[in-house]
């Protein structure tokens, strides 16, 4: 079975950072492209950003760019999204997906609020 399950959200201050981790399993991850999903309260969900599966091309949402970063250990089958100057409005369950801009959530998510 395939089994996404993001980690590493929290409660944190604007401006604040925190580094989500989501371990995969059950699929062949090294060969598969890697999206971050999210859903903000009462918002459509977003493709955040996705990576390739050699991690030669990157995506990242407009409210994304510049402040977050996607990236990947094959060997660990692990997909990490550094997030940097978060804001309150960054505030959603982030989920991991398997895909190039896929806004499917599947899996565990984790919860990031960001609030003072």
């Known amino acids: 079975d395939v089994q996404l399950q993001a980690s590493g959200g929290g409660l944190v201050q604007p401006g604040g950072s925190l580094r989500l981790s989501c371990q995969a399993s059950?699929?062949?991850?090294?060969?598969?492209?890697m999206t971050w999903v999210r859903q903000r309260p009462g918002k459509d969900r977003e493709a955040v950003s996705s990576?390739?599966?050699?991690?030669?091309?990157?995506y990242y949402a407009d409210s994304a760019k510049g402040r977050f970063t996607i990236s990947r250990d094959n060997d660990k089958s692990t997909l990490y999204l550094q997030m940097n100057d978060l804001r309150p409005e960054d505030t959603a369950v982030y989920y991991c997906?398997?895909?190039?801009?896929?806004?499917?959530?599947r899996g565990q998510g984790t919860q990031v609020t960001v609030s003072s």
């Open positions: 059950g699929f062949t991850f090294s060969s598969s492209h």
């Open positions: 990576i390739s599966d050699a991690s030669d091309a990157w």
């Open positions: 997906s398997i895909g190039w801009r896929t806004e499917n959530t």
